[in-house]
């Protein structure tokens, strides 16, 4: 059961431009929505992670937009360089209790390239 | 390093062999999670341990699957018989509640 979709699945951009990566979800049961960063050969690594009772997050380059009434977030890197070529996730938990124990459920993931 | 740590980093076995893989999360952290990412997917839930207590278990975890905590420290996940659908990588995870650090994974291929 496919309860994150993500989009694109490839993304190209130039080196300055800014990249923005979709996300929707379906169980309105989830509470907190990171972001993961994988580079070849190593693990996820939390990028930034919002909450459903906020609209946006920025950390540095990288900002959440979140729309809780469409079940939809977005992430938005300004400024792309040619380093944050990697596979990017997002992913939604329900972390308040009840029996999902904190488990994350991903989306496809969305390779981007970022050429100099 | 005080991250979670994996071993080994690849695996490569024939079909029906047992292999076994090792966790270790970052000191503490008294949840642990194993995911499996096949090519081009996102990790998908395996199993959950708070302390040594193994609390969930996902259908993806066939009767050839097994996993442990000892003690609430490292933890193993052992797949017996193994398959060629098996291939894929496996990854750990340490939470002190909330925020998820995964370490390296552990390739395996199953030829």
């Known amino acids: 059961q496919q309860q994150v979709k993500q989009s694109p699945q490839s993304l190209i951009v130039q080196k300055g431009g800014i990249s923005i990566i979709n996300c929707a979800y379906e169980?309105?049961?989830?509470?907190?929505f990171p972001w993961y960063q994988q580079f070849p050969g190593k693990g996820p690594a939390l990028l930034i992670a919002?909450?459903?009772?906020?609209s946006e997050k920025k950390e540095g380059r990288f900002t959440i937009s979140f729309n809780k009434s469409a079940k939809q977030f977005s992430l938005h890197i300004m400024d792309s360089q040619p380093g944050d070529s990697a596979t990017y996730f997002c992913?939604?938990?329900?972390?308040?209790?009840?029996?999902?124990?904190?488990?994350?459920?991903f989306g496809q993931g969305t390779i981007l390239t970022v050429h100099p | 390093d005080t991250g979670v740590s994996q071993d080994p980093r690849h695996k490569i076995t024939k079909r029906g062999q047992n292999v076994t893989f090792r966790c270790d999360p970052i000191s503490e952290h008294n949840r642990l999670y194993w995911y499996r990412q096949t090519l081009g997917q996102g990790p998908e839930f395996l199993t959950y341990f708070q302390n040594e207590a193994q609390l969930e278990k996902s259908r993806l975890l066939s009767d050839r699957f097994s996993a442990e905590r000892p003690k609430g420290s490292f933890s193993t996940l052992e797949i017996q018989r193994t398959e060629q659908g098996d291939s894929a990588m496996y990854l750990c995870?340490?939470?002190?509640?909330?925020?998820?650090?995964f370490g390296p994974g552990t390739r395996l291929t199953v030829l």
């Open positions: 995870a340490s939470s002190p509640g909330g925020k998820q650090f």
């Open positions: 919002i909450r459903p009772d906020v």
């Open positions: 169980n309105t049961a989830f509470d907190y």
């Open positions: 992913a939604a938990v329900f972390i308040a209790g009840g029996t999902s124990y904190g488990k994350l459920t």
